[in-house]
């Protein structure tokens, strides 16, 4: 199995609080991703990086920014939550970006309320 | 802009048998990747299986298969001899041009009846 640690794994916030989630790698892979999976959209990229402090917004990027200080970890930060965040966030990475498999971190329940 | 379709929201299917699972999409890049993942009731999204466009042979992955038509646009999954640890909800994607995002379709649930 890929070496992908996503924390918390189970977060209940409150409206308008800033909430970080955080996925760690093992692989030393170049590429990492943010999904958010909802009911009847399936995963929706919102962010990714293809290295150190290089990143781009993926096509549901608005209030979401990310950061990668290190190549092991790849941060989602909800700037001010809102309900409508409320999903399922996976972490994907790959070593490269179109050869290469993409394999998922065991994904984060957040509930903002 | 790329698109996945799976037009079976939900399948049943008998322990042992083999099931086929459908998905079509729309590109318009030569150079494209097609993957099916397996989400179990757990949550976790686990990879199953691979084709290139340019792979001449359907992949193959112990009891997965992947069924390629590239004039028909279609990537249909294939489960050969069915297990009930197969009940699962499956994803197609395709890669797309933006650092190598994928595209999901909606799923398909699968149920294995014993």
């Known amino acids: 199995d890929a070496g992908i640690t996503q924390s918390p794994r189970h977060k209940v916030t409150e409206t308008g609080t800033p909430v970080t989630l955080r996925c760690h790698q093992t692989?030393?892979?170049?590429?990492m991703y943010w999904y958010r999976q909802d009911p009847g959209h399936g995963l929706r990229l919102i962010h990714y990086s293809y290295g150190v402090k290089d990143t781009d917004k993926g096509e549901v990027s608005d209030g979401y920014s990310v950061s990668r200080s290190k190549t092991e970890d790849f941060l989602l930060t909800l700037e001010s939550a809102t309900s409508s965040q409320t999903s399922v966030y996976f972490c994907?990475?790959?070593?490269?970006?179109?050869?290469?498999?993409?394999?998922f971190g065991a994904g984060t329940r957040l509930s903002v309320l | 802009a790329q698109k996945i379709t799976q037009t079976q929201p939900g399948m049943f299917v008998q322990e042992k048998e083999a099931v086929t699972l459908d998905c079509t999409y729309d590109?318009?890049?030569?150079?494209?990747?097609l993957f099916w993942y397996k989400q179990p009731s757990s949550g976790e999204m686990i990879f199953l299986i691979y084709?290139?466009?340019?792979?001449?042979q359907n992949a193959t992955e112990g009891r997965y298969s992947l069924n390629f038509q590239k004039a028909r646009k279609s990537a249909n999954l294939v489960i050969s001899a069915s297990q009930l640890g197969d009940s699962a909800m499956y994803f197609c994607a395709i890669r797309g041009n933006q650092g190598g995002k994928l595209i999901f379709g909606q799923g398909t649930e699968l149920s294995v009846k014993p």
């Open positions: 084709q290139g466009s340019y792979d001449e």
């Open positions: 692989e030393n892979h170049r590429y």
């Open positions: 590109t318009s890049d030569q150079s494209y990747g």
């Open positions: 994907a990475i790959s070593e490269a970006p179109y050869l290469n498999i993409q394999y």
